[in-house]
């Protein structure tokens, strides 16, 4: 079963960087089945939308970030775009409000202090990006499941935890007859407790589950978004760009705020 490969609905958008995490079990409410019709079907519904704000990590940030550009929609596509992907919009959400947003979250999690270390000494300001919950969970924010490793941690086994839970952005190079996907990408690697990305490889992509793809037509030469090992949506230049720039952007700033004591 074949259906459109990218979607400009951002509660179809989420879904598809979200179906795969909740189709292991890592996060969101039993819905998957809801996730991936409506990535078929490319529809959005009052199901779909009730399952995504069931995503207690995700759908803050969305429903802040809407917010923030002054739509009263949490799946508004420029919301959702901004936090899987990264684009301009989250240029326009100022540091304050960010840091308010986080406080009242995280409020029970780590002391006040803790958070301002996000924020203080940075020649940048962190943004409500995916990436950056990913790369501070594990050692700051601690809302992952106690089943994965914490920042203190190997360095192997948390920098692949990592490069698995964060947007990955892959080159396709080759496709087979079920729509599976080979790609080459930079992977997250961590060493001496530091992030960075590491040299291209290549890596295989799942494409498709139960015979049924919302990625049939992906061909040699597209980039695709990927979470978890499976490809999410077609991706353009721009938002290539930007999902590296942003991710490049988390990356530093986990590696200058040390763990909560």
Known sequence: ??????????AIFSARHSFQ???LGYCGPDENDV????CLSNKRSDQLVK???????????LRFIAESIGSQDAFDYRATEAYWIGNDYLQKIGPGDFYDHLR????????????????????????????????????????????????KGNDETA?????KCKISW???????EMGNL??????????????????PVLAKVLGEVQGKSFMLGAKPGDWVSFHWGFACTLLTPPQVANLRKYTLSDLAIANSTPPPD
């Open 1 to 10: 079963m074949e259906t459109d490969m990218r979607s400009t609905d951002g």
């Open 21 to 23: 995490p909740n189709r």
């Open 35 to 38: 996730l991936f019709e409506a």
């Open 51 to 61: 399952a995504l704000q069931g995503f207690r990590a995700a759908y803050p940030y």
């Open 104 to 151: 009242a979250r995280f409020k029970g999690k780590f002391p006040k202090e803790h958070i301002k270390k996000l924020f203080e000494s940075q020649s940048f300001a962190p943004f409500p990006h995916h990436a950056l919950h990913v790369f501070n969970a594990f050692s700051t924010m601690g809302t992952v499941p106690e089943s994965f490793a914490s920042g």
């Open 159 to 163: 920098g692949a935890l990592m490069d």
């Open 170 to 176: 892959g080159h396709v190079v080759e496709v087979d």
């Open 182 to 199: 080979t790609v080459e990408y930079e992977p997250v690697v961590r060493h001496g407790g530091k992030l960075t990305l590491d040299k």
